[in-house]
């Protein structure tokens, strides 16, 4: 059974071709938003199973956004999708309380996340 997911991402592009390779995988794409506080006020309304997130955007960050996200649901099941450099982001990444993060050149890695849980 596919999982209701949020993208939030600053690039359409990035939204547009998450939401591609999730839909094919049986995904529900509940949302889309192009900045953590867009993203922040949809998770609240949507509830989704996962959400996909930027690190880098406008307005509010994608960290800042993942820690007011757990900070209104500790369950909530956060993965990061940047071009940000991986050994670095990705161990920030966790520490935040992420699942993972996955590479915008290696995007379909997300299903391999998304299906560990």
Known sequence: MGKRILIVDDSSMMRHMIRDVLEKEGHDIVGVAKNGEEGVALYKILK????????????????????????????????????????????????????????????KEIIEIIKRF
């Not at 800042?64 to 500790?74: E, G, H, P, S, V």
């Open 48 to 107: 989704p199973d996962v959400v996909t997130m930027d690190v880098t955007m406008r307005v509010m960050d994608g960290f800042t956004a993942t820690q007011n996200i757990l900070d209104l649901d500790q369950n909530a099941r956060i993965i990061f999708v940047s071009n940000l450099d991986e050994k670095k982001y990705k161990k920030d990444a966790l520490k935040s309380g992420a699942l993972g993060y996955v590479s915008k050149q290696r995007v």
